[in-house]
Structure formats: structure tokens, C-alpha cells
Antibody, heavy 124, light 103 residues
């Protein structure tokens, strides 16, 4: 059974950075891309970027590309999303989600499994 | 960038009602449209992908259709667990959401 288990809630001050993890199980980790999506309170979903766990290739939304890093540890089947230069508007629930494509080389942007989400609160 | 506009933003309905949600794209797009359901405090769940393909495990009362710039999600007979928010998606863009509430 596929599971994406995310790290716990975080609180940061403006200007700091946060790193959220997403541990995959129940499938071959390197075969499926992982996306990161966030949702501010009362708002819609916002795509941030993806990583190909097989080769580490990444792509980011232009909105975040200057301050987001997505990495992976294949030995731990874990993906990490780090967002820097935090501001209050970054307060949101951050989700990892698996791309439905059976190869990470060709993405569908259909997210068939999601983590439960990690609340990141940015406040002074 | 392509914009997705969902209508309505809010919908009041009763159990057993037929519900239709529309997603309009700012320009013609392929059938790479997905629909998600999100219950309060929960992660989104994939319902429909490629505009009309039902994700495994999703009840058959959910269906999707459309092409070009207009896509629809239909719930044939609303159940109590269907009161939630629904989002359409094309690649990295999501619609603003439709909240289905109890009438």
C-alpha cells in the first residue's frame, strides 16, 4: 500500500528557512516523480515543484524557484522540500504528492497519492 | 500561463441531488485535466484524470467530461460524504475551488 509520510508541523520566524520531509513506502521510490503543493488558509492549491527521484532532476514554479530546493535520499526513500527567506504569506500546509505516471521521465501532473500535509507557520 | 476558472465557487445541495461543477480554461488545452476532492482538514484526493477517467477506488457516481476550454465534474447522486471542496487542475495550475455545502 502506497504511503507518503510527512514530517511534523513547523514554526519559523520571517527570514528563516524550513525543510519538510516526505517518506515514501509501498512502491519503487525511483520510478515516480514527487511534487510539492502548498495551500494557504482558505486558499486553493499551489504547485511548487517536482523532483525525479531516480536522477534528482527538478523543476520549480517561477514563483518559488529563487528560494526553494527539492532533494531526495534514495536510500531512505525520502524527498525533502526546503523553502528559504520565509515570510508570513508562506504560512500554509505543504503537501507532497506522487505523479501518477509510471515513469518519472514523463510526467502527467495527476497526483494519485498525497501526504497528510505539514503545517508551516511563519510568525514573528 | 493558462488560467482555470471554476463555477460556481459555492454550491448548496441536498443528498441525492445531481451536481455539476464547471472548469473553464483561458485557452484550449488537451485533456490533461484532473479533478480532486478535499474534505476539511484532509489532503486532496484524485477523483478524475485525463478529463474523464475515474481513478481506481472512486465511486462511479463521479464522472468527468469535456475538451477544449470547458470541463465538467458531475456527481450523479450526492452522498453525505461528498460535501467537500473540489478543484480542477491542468498541469501546474489549479482552479480556485468549488465548495459543496448542505442546503
Amino acid at each position: 500500500q502506497v504511503h507518503l509520510v510527512q514530517s511534523g508541523a513547523e514554526m519559523r520566524k520571517p527570514g528563516a528557512s524550513v525543510k519538510v520531509s516526505c517518506k515514501a513506502s509501498g512502491y519503487t521510490f525511483t520510478r515516480y516523480a514527487i511534487h510539492w503543493v502548498r495551500q494557504a488558509p482558505g486558499q486553493t492549491l499551489e504547485w511548487m515543484g517536482w523532483i525525479n527521484p531516480d536522477n534528482g532532476n527538478t523543476k520549480f514554479s517561477q514563483k518559488f524557484q529563487d528560494r526553494v530546493t527539492i532533494t531526495r535520499d534514495t536510500s531512505a526513500s525520502t524527498t525533502y522540500m526546503e523553502l528559504g527567506s520565509l515570510r508570513s504569506e508562506d504560512t500554509a500546509v505543504y503537501y507532497c504528492a506522487r505523479d501518477r505516471s509510471i515513469t518519472a521521465r514523463f510526467l502527467l501532473y495527476f497526483f494519485d497519492y498525497w501526504g497528510l500535509g505539514t503545517l508551516v507557520t511563519v510568525s514573528s | 500561463d493558462i488560467q482555470l476558472t471554476q463555477s460556481p465557487s459555492f454550491l448548496s445541495a441536498s443528498v441525492g441531488d445531481r451536481v455539476t461543477i464547471t472548469c473553464r480554461a483561458s485557452q484550449g488545452i488537451s485533456r490533461y485535466v484532473a479533478w480532486y476532492q478535499q474534505r476539511p482538514g484532509k489532503a486532496p484526493q484524485l477523483l478524475i484524470y485525463a478529463a474523464s477517467t475515474l481513478q481506481s477506488g472512486v465511486p462511479s457516481r463521479f464522472s468527468g467530461s469535456g475538451a477544449g476550454t470547458e470541463f465538467t465534474l458531475t456527481i450523479s447522486s450526492l452522498q453525505p460524504e461528498d460535501f467537500a471542496s473540489y478543484y480542477c487542475q491542468y498541469l501546474w495550475t489549479f482552479g480556485q475551488g468549488t465548495k459543496v455545502e448542505v442546503k
